[in-house]
């Protein structure tokens, strides 16, 4: 036998709180009678406590339904500060709030098609009945649909363990909706555990940048807040974003990395082979590598000619003092027919280097064999790079930098070149020097705010350069673990990106694909599914793969249509129940006009709808969103405004 399927009514008229109250008047006029009159008293009490009890069980089934219709008013905005929340924590346990919702189930979308058939005065209660009830705004004047939140009459805290959070966390909404709330929410709840949070804020948001501080004092560790931001350099600390590396060639991929994507694969790989060979000679000579001395190693040939001049001279002079007869027969030679140089020959600004660059060529011997044979140092690897970038020609070599240089460039601009190349040997800055691997074993809540609304190229840059070190750091946390590792409990490092469209690249990628196995977990903050398709040159599979790449999904309101697909996509399917009524009147022509015939039909089936209603997603509140957590929990939740302690005494 086929089930029967229910089909709920909500929205009709409370006709059992109209039996209540008739069941009310019945039993107070039962218990008028007992008491006027000498009448049969237990017959007419044993009636009266029938219809009280009547009235009790159609009131109770009445309050469904009203409870029902007031819950559709929705919530108001709520403001919390920072130290409650702190309070809470502990009753959490290892799961992050997310504020207040349900459980998302089939039931919810039966009844948000119900509601989306009904106008909105069908829907809310009377304007007096909400002000009763404690309602001061009409939910009919509010921005987007309160009645989604109030499909389910009771809501709980919205708890999420860290456990399904290794999978990363994609968050989409429009502007103003409840990114940056939400936001501040989670890297208030991660700071106060412990966690290393780093905050790549391209509008500089200065609530933010506020809780990120609070946090950090309110943890009884103030010093774990630190800031870069260009507009407020004094108040920053100075980063150095080429600190960790093992070997040269991680120098190379770290800067071709944060490339433009539009650059061809071919091209960028001759530009990690130039910015191989130019820190490959860095390190021979002993200096230091930041991207303000990689710039001016590379930022002309005549740099380049300077920096295999001095890497020359200490070879001459340390390993193979040998030849220093013939360098200078060769200097001689050169000099003596400067106006007529011999073919074959490299040419360059300097006769030593020119001198020098050649006894090497010919003189050095290639192989362990012939250096044995002729005791002399075999070439060293350091030196082979930078003499075959001065024998390539110049239009080759300014192919190579077209695209590194400019990057550089904005990287060293202005008080940038304190801040991200800070030196060492400079005692009269008193800013700290930090690096990432400093700030993932210190646990510090790092806030960089890359100004992007007053420079977007340097922005982008900044955002770029700084998730590149943040992937080499979980790298090597990945293959060597840390020094302050304890083994008690798993290191969690969270990247936060607010305005992804502005920040986010191939760093952003390798973290989401290889930084889970090193405890990296990203937040990506996103306006629509189009902003990550137009940062990578409008490659969909790119965005797409990012995006498959995040096990949670958070939705605030959102009007593209692209990321409505994403999200219904998503989110799947599911049945919900449809009622079809049908009637007729019908007579014959030839009978006298007594006789007519009727029909009338009901039929309940069953349609595939998606299970959050995608005509839903342009009209959430603000500050509410629909969750897909841990690959198959949906959820429905609004969260607070979190502002610092000092803000709410102001009144902010």
Not at 44 to 52: F, P, Q, R, T, V
Not at 78 to 101: C, D, F, H, I, Y
Not at 643 to 651: I, K
Request: proline share 4%.
């Amino acid at each position: 036998m086929t089930e029967r399927k229910r089909f709920e009514q909500l929205l009709r008229p409370a006709y059992e709180a109209r039996a209540a109250v008739a069941w009310a008047v019945a039993g107070v006029w039962m218990l008028g009678i007992t008491i006027g009159f000498s009448a049969a008293k237990t017959a007419l009490l044993a009636c009266a406590l029938l219809a009280i009890g009547m009235c009790a069980w159609r009131a109770h089934s009445a309050s469904r339904l009203l409870r029902y219709k007031l819950a559709l008013a929705g919530q108001p905005t709520q403001v919390m500060n920072a130290s409650r929340l702190r309070e809470a924590l502990p009753r959490m346990e290892k799961n992050l709030w997310l504020g207040w919702g349900f459980q998302w189930e089939p039931r919810h979308t039966q009844r948000a098609y119900e509601v989306m058939k009904r106008d909105l005065d069908e829907v809310y209660p009377p304007e007096w009945w909400l002000k009763l009830a404690g309602h001061s705004e009409d939910p009919r004047r509010s921005k987007g649909l309160p009645w989604i939140h109030g499909l389910d009459m009771a809501e709980g805290d919205v708890l999420l363990p860290f456990e399904s959070l290794k999978g990363h966390c994609a968050i989409v909404a429009t502007t103003g909706a409840i990114k940056t709330r939400l936001a501040a929410l989670v890297i208030f709840q991660l700071a106060m555990r412990g966690d290393c949070v780093i905050v790549i804020d391209p509008k500089g948001d200065k609530d933010l940048r506020e809780i990120c501080r609070q946090a950090a004092a309110l943890a009884g560790h103030p010093d774990r807040f630190l800031m870069v931001h260009p507009a407020f350099a004094s108040q920053s600390v100075r980063l150095d974003l080429i600190k960790n590396w093992d070997r040269v060639s991680q120098v190379a991929s770290r800067i071709t990395m944060v490339l433009d994507s539009q650059e061809s694969d071919n091209f960028k790989e001759f530009c990690w082979m130039a910015v191989h060979r130019i820190t490959n000679a860095m390190k021979y000579i002993g200096r230091r590598v930041s991207i303000y001395t990689l710039k001016t190693a590379m930022e002309s040939r005549s740099a380049v000619e300077n920096l295999t001049q001095q890497a020359l001279r200490r070879f001459y002079t340390e390993e193979c003092p040998q030849l220093n007869e013939q360098l200078e027969q060769q200097i001689n030679a050169l000099r003596a027919n400067s106006r007529m140089p011999p073919k074959g020959i490299v040419e360059t600004g300097s006769v030593e280097l020119t001198a020098m660059i050649k006894v090497f060529q010919e003189q050095v011997p290639e192989t362990e064999d012939e250096a044995r044979r002729q005791g002399l140092p075999v070439k060293p690897e350091e030196l082979r790079g930078l003499v075959a970038i001065l024998e390539a020609n110049r239009e080759w070599f300014g192919k190579m930098i077209v695209s590194i240089t400019p990057m550089l460039t904005k990287l060293t601009t202005d008080d940038l070149k304190g801040l991200l190349s800070p030196d060492y040997d400079d005692i009269n800055d008193e800013r700290p020097i930090m690096d990432m691997k400093r700030i993932v074993e210190g646990n510090h809540i790092l806030y960089i705010g890359t100004d992007t609304l007053a420079d977007e190229s340097v922005g982008r840059a900044i955002a770029a350069m700084a998730l590149a070190d943040a992937a080499a750091v979980a790298a090597e946390i990945y293959n060597h673990g840390t020094a302050s590792d304890r083994g008690e409990e798993p290191r969690r490092i969270h990247a936060v990106i607010d305005e992804a469209g502005d920040a986010i690249g191939a760093p952003a990628i390798q973290l989401a694909n290889k930084g889970r196995g090193a405890g990296v977990f990203l937040w990506v903050f996103f306006q629509t599914f189009s902003d990550l398709v137009d940062k990578f040159s409008g490659n969909v599979a790119r965005a797409k793969k990012l995006v498959g790449n995040m096990n949670n999904l958070i939705v605030g309101a959102t009007q593209d249509a692209d990321t409505m697909d994403l999200v219904t996509d998503k989110l799947g399917e599911t049945a919900i129940i449809v009622r079809g009524q049908s009637t007729g009147i019908g007579s014959k022509t030839e009978d006298v006009g007594l006789e007519f015939s009727a029909n009338s039909s009901t039929s309940i089936s069953e349609r595939d709808k998606e299970i959050f209603p995608r005509s839903l997603l342009p009209r959430l509140p603000d500050l509410h969103y629909v969750g897909f957590f841990n690959r198959g929990e949906l959820v429905k939740g609004r969260i607070p405004v979190l502002v610092a302690d000092d803000q709410r005494a102001a009144g902010k």
